[in-house]
């Protein structure tokens, strides 16, 4: 069984800070993908970034970087000089197995404050 | 860009009313998912559905339906809502297991 954890409930920061949200999965598939997901106050999910099992680069873009290590199963994600608008709950999740999605799992989430 | 419509952002209903949640996406993609999110509980799977007329139990099914007759509208239906419902609900859409999800804006549906 697919499992994402999230240890992280709540985090703050002052503006200007950088800031790691930790992400921890399980499978036994060595075929999945990892996302990761932000939930403004207003309520959508926005997808940030998708990764694959064979793709172990370290991805930037802009103010966020995101780290993925298979050797302790993790995907972690930095905010470099957090802002305001940076506030929001994050979600990291996994996509093993089959096309049907029923192994699409979420971790719990990250809720992010950042104090102006 | 993938559009997914909620047809509603805010909901109030009554206890025992049945309710219909809608969704639709423009992006042609078989699959279809009904979430409900919980403070602490992150994001639980209702049901999906993978075609027309097709559908599968998630984690949390127990109270709820869904119908989907045609390839773009997912509906899910509270039977006789009740208030341990009240929650928010997220529809998602994607094309594929190696495919983001991508979701609606939500529902925030209290039951009175």
């Known amino acids: 069984a697919q499992k994402v954890t999230q240890a992280q409930t709540e985090i703050s920061v002052v503006e200007k800070e950088d800031v790691t949200l930790d992400c921890v999965y399980e499978t036994r598939d060595t075929t999945y993908y990892l996302f990761w997901y932000k939930q403004p106050p207003s309520g959508e999910l926005v997808f940030l970034i998708r990764?694959?099992?064979?793709?172990?680069q370290n991805e930037i873009s802009g103010r966020y970087s995101w780290n993925f290590q298979k050797s302790t199963s993790s995907f972690n994600f930095t905010i470099t000089a957090s802002q305001v608008v940076d506030s929001a709950v994050y979600f990291c999740a996994l996509s093993a197995g089959d096309n049907y999605g029923q192994n699409f799992v979420f971790g719990p989430g990250t809720r992010l404050s950042v104090l102006p | 860009d993938v559009k997914v419509t909620q047809s509603s952002r805010y909901l109030v209903k009554r206890t025992g009313e049945k309710v219909f949640l809608e969704c639709v996406q423009d992006?042609?993609?078989?699959?279809m998912f009904w979430y409900r999110q919980d403070p602490g509980l992150g994001l639980r799977l209702i049901y999906f559905?993978?075609?027309?007329?097709?559908?599968e139990k998630g984690d949390i099914p127990e109270g709820y339906s869904v119908s989907r007759e045609k390839k773009e509208r997912f509906s899910l239906i509270l039977e006789s809502a009740s208030t341990n419902q009240t929650s928010m609900y997220l529809c998602a859409t994607f094309a594929g297991s190696n495919q983001p999800q991508h979701f609606g804006d939500g529902t925030r549906l209290s039951i009175l």
């Open positions: 992006m042609d993609h078989e699959n």
């Open positions: 559905s993978y075609d027309v007329k097709m559908k």
């Open positions: 990764r694959n099992s064979f793709d172990e």
